[in-house]
């Protein structure tokens, strides 16, 4: 791997930037891999730098049947944070933001980990009351969250708009600092040169189309649209697309697809310092390094694989924004386009074993996914490897809904998260 | 923004709606007698079919009754819509 530092900017420099080789290889497939990924998003490809770097499998191949960082890798607003209100979803989403802190490093790429904070308002006595909640449970399961008046949300946050005869006034709001966002691209784009580098293959456009089974009914083989690839272990990271692959083994989910749309501004200078967030008006937003204001809110209230969505629901989103921030009112919005997410009953993700041997799952992570990349990558490694949970990832198994165990999320925020 | 046509009042915008998931999931008629095994999969496995599926509308804000519907989930375009308690119709594809 051709590492990159200043020392090599400056020498690629000299001659004339014409030296820097492609960051990863382009394979054809072999006959056979000790294990396949699907989907080659952050949560696949990160998966499969785990399995080599820490689990010592390198034979390992990740197919995607489109381009890498193309599905909702792509698509999310990049917000990280860890500030869910249980335990065992704390855990996850911490150790997801403990991974990150070092990743640029990790991965010799630089992903632009910015912990700018994630600002949650809020806008009336219940959430108040929710927010408090939060900040307690957060603090006791010793992730960081404060409190902050309206005259601090401010000083944070000063296009925010605190005025007191507004719709929805800000009442408060809970600031996790540690929070913030990454570049999407380059979590997928360092995943797969990391990986590359340890002899993981990463094969594009190359469709899962079959699983094959045998005896037994533990996996032997994935069919692909680049031909049959033999295998004994099969770990799915399809995100909105897993209920259509793990139907090819016969495996039913507790999944719905649901289109989560998003959408940017065209760019300007530096006006936005932080993530906001608001769950009573539902919307999000913060700002990209390129200028560009990111602003997503709730999933359209159908199922659908179409990645779009109708244009009342990012109509809805702005009106919030534009009260929230009159500045932006003037602002042009650049694109807007969606993503498949599989949203599960209790808006906890599964990551863990099926019930056919051989075949893992890592999905269910609904409108959330981006932000725990590489703590899901790392604990789904493991259990990849060691054919058992990680402690994290221990609570997210496909048996909670035959238990009844639910971490339910869902209620606990109020909204699809 | 959907086009949705309700069996009872005609096309509507999609605002006047809620989805209500998946149909024709029936409940266990005698719930004391379903194992751990069917009730998870009765309350929380889907089909989350690409392509066509058949799911639960509700008028919401107009005549607030219940119907079905056959759509393509690639596409989003409704191909039936009919009332609650008749089969799925069977519009030529593969049954």
Known sequence: ?????????????????AGWKPQWRSPEPKASYDAVIIGGGGHGLGAAYYLAKQHGLRNIAVVEKGWLGGGNTGRNTTIIRSNYLFGESAALYDHAVKLWEGLSRELNYNVMFSQRGVLTLAHNVHDVQVLGRHIHANRANGVDNEWLTPEEAKAFCPPLNIAANIRYPVLGGALQRRGGTAR?????????????????DILENCEVIGIRRGVGGAVEAVETTRGLIQTRKIGVSAAGHTS??????????????????????????????????????????????????????????????TQRGGLHISQHTLEAICELFPAFRRLKMLRNWGGIVDLTPDRSPIVGKTPVRGLYVNCGWGTGGFKATPGAAHTFAWTIAKDEPHPINAPFTLERFREGRLIDEAAAAAVAH | ????????????????????????IARPEAPADVGADDWGAYLYLRANARGLHAERWRHTHGCARFFNALRDTTTDKFLATYECGQPRPHLGEPS
């Not at chain 1, 791997?1 to 930037?17: N, T």
């Not at chain 1, 999407?184 to 784009?189: K, M």
């Not at chain 1, 940017?264 to 990209?288: D, G, L, R």
């Open chain 1, 184 to 200: 999407h691209d380059a979590v997928a784009w360092g995943y797969a040169r990391a990986a590359d580098a340890l002899g993981v």
């Open chain 1, 244 to 305: 259509v692959v793990l139907d090819l083994a016969g495996v039913r989910l507790p999944l719905e697809s649901y289109p989560l749309q998003a959408l940017v501004s065209e760019p300007v200078k530096p006006v936005f310092p932080c993530v906001v967030m608001s769950n009573t008006i539902h919307a999000y937003i913060s700002q990209s390094d390129k200028g560009e204001l990111v602003i997503g809110a709730g999933t359209d209230i159908y199922t659908s694989y």
């Open chain 1, 1 to 17: 791997m051709q590492r990159f530092s200043a020392f090599q900017l400056f020498k690629q420099g000299l001659a004339g930037q």
């Open chain 2, 1 to 24: 923004m959907l086009l949705i046509a309700c069996p009872y009042c005609g096309p509507r915008p999609e605002l006047e709606f809620s989805h209500g998931g998946e149909a024709h």
